[in-house]
């Protein structure tokens, strides 16, 4: 947690550095990161073919980017509820479920803005 009571140009500089070794735990970590990652550099070209329109390609883009923002947050809510202790319990699965549930809804969310606009210029 370096950064505290840091201001200015070092606080960002010290959260730059956080968030890239954020990053590099998903990569290192998270199968599912990873998967997602590959997923994404795919489909970044591709959006520059199936969106016609700026606003097409940055909904395309940007439905790729939050399967990867939503993925992060997820792992951060499993390493959390790990953290706290590895026996079985009722809310422990719960908030690891809402997570995983919200990654999914977000992948759907992805096929949905995808499929919409690649049906709409190609069909």
């Known amino acids: 947690m370096a ?3 840091q201001t200015g140009i ?4 010290s959260a730059t550095f956080n968030s890239m070794a954020g990053l590099k735990s998903a990569w290192a970590n998270e199968a599912a990161f990873r ?20 606003v097409e390609r ?28 590895m026996e079985r319990h009722q809310l422990s699965g719960r908030a690891k479920d809402l997570a995983s549930a919200a990654v999914l809804i ?3 969310l992805m096929v949905v803005v995808w499929a919409l606009i690649g049906w709409a210029n190609f069909a």
């Open 3 to 5: 950064g505290q009571g």
């Open 10 to 13: 070092r606080r960002v500089v």
């Open 35 to 54: 998967q997602e990652c590959g997923l994404t550099i795919a489909l970044v070209p591709a959006a520059f073919w199936v969106g016609q329109t700026p």
């Open 58 to 85: 940055i909904l395309l883009i940007g439905s790729c980017l939050l399967v990867l923002i939503v993925e992060l947050l997820n792992t951060a809510v499993e390493a959390t509820v790990d953290r706290i202790g």
């Open 106 to 108: 977000t992948l759907l």
